[in-house]
């Protein structure tokens, strides 16, 4: 039995609106997290150790690589964390509509990008 709906969706092929991009990279991000939360955990697990083990992973973490990996990972957690936001203030009855979506949407990649800059000042 033919139904006509598409069989293989390519989601590269298909113009999304940004409020899709905002949920698909949410969810991304919120993937993403669990590890953040066990990467940060064995950070602070390794900083009390010892006096040492502190010193070892200070010197770990300050090649300008490893802090532009930083970055990324506290971007992503940020993002996630505005996101979320946006989704409690959408569920106060703000924003519910697609054009309150879309400025809430470009509100979080704004804020997404200066969270960016403020980290990478304040990781250099």
Do not use: C
């Not at 969810?27 to 697990?45: C, E, K």
């Not at 390794?46 to 040492?52: A, G, Y």
């Not at 009855?93 to 990649?109: D, M, P, R, S």
């Amino acid at each position: 039995m033919k139904d006509g709906r598409p069989v293989n969706l390519d989601i590269s092929t298909m113009k999304l609106p940004i409020t899709a991009w905002a949920s698909i990279s949410h969810r991304v991000s919120g993937i993403l997290t669990i590890p953040i939360v066990a990467l940060f955990l064995w950070a602070l697990q390794v900083s009390l150790e010892s006096r040492d083990s502190f010193q070892i992973l200070q010197d770990t973490l300050s090649p300008p690589l490893t802090k532009a990996f930083i970055l990324l990972v506290l971007t992503v957690y940020v993002y996630h964390l505005l996101a979320g936001l946006k989704h409690l203030i959408m569920d106060l009855g703000y924003g519910e509509t697609f054009e309150g979506g879309v400025i809430g949407a470009k509100l979080l990649f704004a804020s997404t990008g200066l969270a960016f800059i403020l980290i990478g000042w304040w990781l250099w």
